[in-house]
């Protein structure tokens, strides 16, 4: 359970707070940008299952699969951008369940104590990036038929990016002590 946990974790710290937006940008404009995301999401989980080099197949793998999931939502033809959101997470977290379940002798490098509240915390700038995206699309959308989004909308989509970015870094810095602690 707690490689899944760890795997997830890992998912989550390098999908949003360590995803700046310049690194989006990159990663929507070029390959290289692609590769780069993704293997920041390989090293992350590398570091959070305690560097197991013998498993290099493995962090390989995570990098491949998630670039093609990233390119294949770059060039999805879904034209709500929150449900090709939620698409992509769901594809993510599903390759970290089978990770953990392909291979049992993975463990997370960080004690329980650390683990659980990394992983709570970091599912707040995920959910506030959640929040932007469909909060810009209803004022992209209303834009687009000359109507006023509404208030809470405007507020989403003017807060929530940044707010989003800064929310991880509390679990990122969890995260990083509970390395240094083993």
Not at 12 to 40: C, I, V
Not at 52 to 69: E, G, K, M, N
Not at 121 to 127: K, M, N, R, T, V
């Amino acid at each position: 359970m707690e490689s899944t946990i760890a795997l997830i974790l890992a998912h989550l710290l390098a999908d949003f707070p360590l995803q700046t937006n310049l690194l989006y940008e990159l990663k929507r404009s070029t390959t290289a940008g692609l590769w780069l995301h993704s293997g920041m999401h390989a090293v992350t989980a590398f570091l959070l299952t305690g560097l197991r080099w013998d498993l290099w197949y493995v962090w390989l793998f995570l990098l491949v699969s998630h670039a093609l999931t990233d390119w294949v939502k770059l060039n999805s033809k879904i034209k709500k951008q929150w449900v090709s959101f939620l698409v992509d997470q769901t594809v993510h977290i599903l390759v970290m369940v089978l990770i953990a379940r392909w291979q049992p002798t993975l463990t997370s490098a960080l004690p329980r104590g650390i683990l659980y509240p990394a992983f709570a915390l970091a599912w707040l700038p995920a959910i506030l990036m959640f929040l932007w995206v469909y909060a810009d699309e209803v004022v992209h959308d209303l834009a687009q038929t000359h109507s006023r989004p509404p208030n809470w909308a405007r507020w989403m989509q003017a807060n929530l990016l940044q707010t989003s970015r800064v929310s991880g870094y509390p679990a990122i810095l969890v995260a990083i002590i509970g390395i240094l602690l083993t």
